[in-house]
């Protein structure tokens, strides 16, 4: 039985059209899909809309449309997308369709008969924009984290799913399920939170101030809330409970998440499966924020970035290669469109395009375009060390994409396109060319060149499945076939002899913004532009500043604080500070890094923890950089 993958996206709330950080999520688990199809697991992909609640009420009647003629548009924008993007889901499932309402009737009245949802009044600071109640202790400054508005109250009566029940089963199982939720950093963010009372949750409207929705089947004067809704399209899918897919697919079911969906489906989500007697899903993956002009890319902000502009651009591949290439799974980072051009100009320009056209040009020229058979011996002799690159950059590949790292991922192929490019200046093809004497060695360069090639084109498939299609079929290979499979990655020689190879073709053109800048995405003109300089201070106001280096001893998140991290540092004493680089360092990058440290700045309670002193870092597009010294130095040793 061949291995499997089952994948989702959430199911996209339909309030608004789609923007760049639903693009980057489906993105992301359409990566994901095709890597394991290279690995030859059979896949199921999920992804769709959720179409019920007051925001889609509140954003038709806006619209003077019906709620049915308004979730028919916005998720025909989602549908129409995807393939726009080159979207390879088995399914997208909208909660409008008959079989999901069904299935929600189903697992409601079995949660009901259970003695797991009661009925009660509640009085509550209501977020219309998260569609549910926070605690005082959840706001920040009285206002939503996320939206930033002020909750309104709101006192009725309502069907309450006893989530307390499970709190210390959910414990349990995270705790015992080390990657059940990843990174690591989001699983503590978790197991933050259920340290506190877990309160129960409401899974009603009264139809009295909501009617669209799908109807209790226990009570008909009621409807579904929206979570205990939409969390229930990833087994509805699959055909719970008897269906073929959910046989097949649930027991290794996986989701991807972004970081502001982390508790509904962190903590809602498991302890629904578990009243309802389904099998919890394996892992939740948690991704950050795309950030534009230092603010969370939002809707409700107004400062989205539309993915088919880039797209029509920039080009569909190397728009996919940014997103995955650009952020570090789990953290967030920042969108502009200057870093877009300088990536793209960088690694897939100058690196990849140039690599793939030099070496063809050569191969056409040196070669007559036809891969010859190589002499052993020459081979042995010349002694490259090409095909140890490309193995060790395969293993590499593997063992990142397995751990959603797909940023290391493909850092992976891009050493070894650094790695061919060395062997072309080293080797000097048209130095060899120029001899008789040398034709078999160049044969031999060339011919690992070539191969070097394939291996890239299948490693970049997941990501850029257009350009490794181009690559193959440049090579004289057949881009309908798997090229892109591990087993054959795994096997140098894959260029048969005599195999014709067509003329080159510019995979990615260099791009100039100097020609005038496309209008992609909202103005980023403040956040380019060169910070002012502060004004001079003499030297012995300099020397005031007491700078030392410390080594991180231990490092941990901050509860319910994104940004902060705790750092236990020696500085030839015990310290803690506290500092905002949780976005772009996890504490495991941080532990025994050295660092340098104010360290005679007055000490500051922060979020109720003391920090005495402050690391200096620099902040910039693409998040935060850390001071450290060149060298490891001894702890406490002074700067001067």
């Not at 799913?161 to 995270?174: A, T």
């Not at 499966?273 to 902000?301: D, F, R, T």
Request: with cysteine; hydrophobic share 40%; proline share 6%.
């Amino acid at each position: 039985m061949p291995a499997r993958f089952y994948i989702t996206t959430p199911i996209y709330y339909v309030n608004a059209r789609p923007h760049l950080g639903h693009a980057y999520t489906t993105i992301i688990a359409d990566v994901a899909t095709r890597y394991h199809r290279m690995c030859r697991e059979e896949t199921f992909f999920l992804t769709g809309t959720d179409e019920h609640g007051d925001k889609v009420v509140r954003a038709a009647r806006k619209e003077n449309m019906t709620p049915r003629t308004y979730v028919d548009r916005i998720s025909g924008q989602f549908q129409a997308l995807w393939p726009e993007l080159n979207i390879s889901n088995n399914r997208f499932i909208r909660t409008t369709d008959p079989d999901h309402m069904a299935v929600v009737e189903r697992i409601l009245q079995n949660i009901y008969d259970n003695g797991d949802i009661y009925f009660s009044e509640y009085e509550g600071q209501y977020c219309f924009g998260c569609e549910r109640f926070y605690t005082e202790r959840e706001l920040v400054d009285g206002k939503c984290p996320d939206h930033e508005t002020e909750p309104e109250i709101i006192k009725e009566s309502n069907y309450f799913f006893k989530m307390s029940r499970y709190q210390d089963w959910l414990i349990d199982h995270i705790n015992g399920h080390p990657d059940f939720i990843r990174p690591e950093r989001y699983r503590n963010e978790v197991l933050a939170f259920l340290r506190e009372p877990l309160e129960d949750l409401c899974i009603s409207r009264p139809k009295s101030r909501l009617k669209w929705g799908i109807t209790l089947p226990f009570d008909d004067k009621y409807v579904t809330y929206v979570w205990f809704d939409a969390l229930l399209n990833y087994v509805s899918a699959l055909g719970y409970p008897d269906g073929d897919l959910f046989r097949k697919f649930w027991p290794v079911a996986q989701h991807i998440v972004a970081k502001d969906i982390l508790k509904p489906h962190g903590i809602y989500w498991p302890i629904m499966l578990k009243a309802a007697g389904i099998e919890v899903y394996n892992h939740l993956n948690v991704h950050g924020y795309w950030n534009v002009e230092q603010s969370k890319m939002s809707k409700s902000l107004g400062n989205v970035v539309e993915p088919l502009e880039l797209k029509n651009i920039y080009g569909l591949d190397a728009f996919r290669f940014f997103l995955t290439r650009e952020m570090a799974f789990g953290l967030d980072s920042s969108f502009s469109e200057s870093a877009l051009v300088h990536r793209l100009n960088s690694d897939l320009a100058n690196d990849l395009g140039n690599l793939y056209s030099r070496t063809l040009t050569m191969a056409h020229k040196y070669l007559k375009g036809v891969v010859p058979a190589v002499d052993p011996a020459t081979e042995t002799e010349l002694g490259l060390t090409l095909k140890d690159d490309a193995m060790k950059a395969v293993l590499e590949y593997e063992t990142t994409m397995n751990a959603f790292a797909f940023h290391r991922a493909l850092q992976a192929v891009w050493n070894f396109i650094a790695q061919m490019n060395k062997c072309i200046d080293v080797m000097a093809p048209w130095e060899l060319a120029k001899k008789n004497a040398s034709r078999k060695q160049l044969e031999v360069v060339m011919v690992n060149l070539l191969e070097g090639l394939r291996v890239i084109s299948g490693l970049i498939y997941p990501v850029m499945p257009a350009a490794a299609e181009t690559m193959q079929k440049h090579l004289g290979l057949d881009p309908e076939a798997e090229f892109y499979t591990l087993d054959r990655l795994k096997q140098w020689n894959g260029l048969p002899p005599e195999t014709r190879l067509l003329k080159t073709v510019s995979l990615f053109p260099r791009i100039d913004l100097k020609k005038g800048k496309p209008a992609a995405m909202p103005s980023t003109a403040a956040a380019e532009t060169k910070p002012a300089f502060k004004p001079q201070v003499t030297i012995e106001d300099f020397a005031k500043i007491d700078l030392r280096v410390a080594t991180v001893v231990k490092a941990e998140a901050v509860p319910r604080a994104n940004k902060l991290l705790r750092l236990e540092i020696d500085l030839s004493e015990r310290r803690t500070i506290v500092a905002g680089i949780a976005e772009s360092y996890t504490p495991e990058e941080l532990e025994g890094k050295q660092i340098i440290v104010v360290a005679n700045l007055k000490p500051a309670k922060i979020m109720g923890i003391q920090s005495n002193g402050m690391l200096l870092a620099v902040v910039g597009e693409t998040g935060v950089c850390i001071a450290t010294p060149e060298r490891k130095m001894k702890p406490g040793t002074q700067l001067k």
